[in-house]
Every structure is written in C-alpha cells, then in structure tokens.
C-alpha cells in the first residue's frame, strides 16, 4: 500500500489561500488536505477533479440538533468530504475534548461513511515519567471500546502525534515512532478487529525528515501541520513521499 500523506492546515490559511495553494500543490501520490470548515466547499469541487482527498478537522458526534457552532457529519459527507481528524491534540488541549467524546465522533464519523483520523498521543510528561505507551493505549481504549469490530467497507486510520513534537521542531526519533506503531496495530487489531491498520505519524514533519519515517513499513504515513502551508516545502515533501 502507498504511503499516506495527510495535511493539516488548522487555522492557518483563508479559503482564498487554501484555493491558491491546493491549486499549485498537485496530486503526487496518495495526499489528503484538511482545509479550515471555511475553505471546504470551494476546495470540494477542486479535490473531485484533482484525485487528492478532502478532510475535515473536526465534525461533532450528532447529525442534527440544537448545537450552535457545531458541525454535522452528513453535511461534511454532502460537501464532499471522506476523511474527518478527530481528536486532535490541539482539540483536546484549548477545548477539554475528552477521550468519551472523541470516542462519540469516531462513531459517528463511521456511521456517516467518513473515514476517522483518530489522533492519539503523549505529552512531553508522560514521556519523561516512561508512560508514553500506557497513555497511548488508554485512549485508544477508551476511544474504541463500544465501537465493535468495523463493517465491511468502513475504514479508520490512527494518527500517533506525540504533543511535544507538535508544532515544536522536535520530532520524534523515527525509532521510537516505530515502536509506538506497532504497539497502536497490535491494539486496535484486539480492539475492534482491524489487522495492521494505517498508522501516520505527526510532529514537526517536514521535506527534510519525511523519508526517514517512511522508510519504515509500520509507519504508513504522515499527519503534516506547518509543513503542508509552505508551497515549496509541502511540493518537495509529496514529491519525496511518492517514491516510497
Ligand atoms: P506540525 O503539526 O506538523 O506543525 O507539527 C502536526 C499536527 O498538528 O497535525
């Protein structure tokens, strides 16, 4: 299977940035662009004719209801997107998202037929204390649990993005992201009965450091933030991620 590159473009850009970029980005292997809520639909029919996929950064647990500001997965799913980030470090930190409800998104995020980038990852604490990996796998418990084994034709891919390498330039030695992967498959295998499922890694990825985790097999690609806003860097970085 290609490798995976997924571009997280947060707050970053406007939509009129976000069309001139995915314009002169071009499709390079396997590529998925998460655009702000507000950029979605102009890159929608962009993406249809491109081949690159569409993502959203977040989508709520319910379709529809009294809940100001919050945004449905059917109307993602209308607007063309195929992939929804869920739980994002970033989600979890400035607005308490708890593992119960990043659970509650992935849920529905599958029921709606968009496939979830579930984020999951340890602070530069647990780290430090050597319970990096426990951390890990209480929120893939917590997130998966009630979840049963996926149908046929629903797909989930986890994203291990350790906090402190977020945003920081301290990415994580590809060595220990390896072991953070194998141990992310072994679980979600015994937790809802997906074998070797698609883990990316993400932190600091850039075109300079890219191939080192991709040369790995148990690493299937990448969750890219500032990166993939810089147009030279985030073409060079595909361009290099193709080959493998
Ligand atoms: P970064 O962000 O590449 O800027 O570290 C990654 C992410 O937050 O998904």
Redesign the pocket.
Known sequence: MSKLIVA?WKMYLSPKNSVELFGAVGKKGEVVICPSFAALNQLSTLAKKSGIGLGAQDCFWTNRGAYTGEISPVDLKEIGCEYVIVG?S?RRGYFQETDEMVGKKVKAALATGLIPILCVGENEFERKKGKAATHVVEQLKKTLTGLGKLRAGQEIIIAY?PVW???TGKACDPETAVEMHQLIKEKVAELIGVKNVRVLY????NDKNIASYLEYAEIDGA?????STKKDIFASLLSIASKF
């Open positions: 997280n994002h970033e993005e390498a977020i945003g993400g932190g600091s990825v969750l890219v933030g500032g990166a």
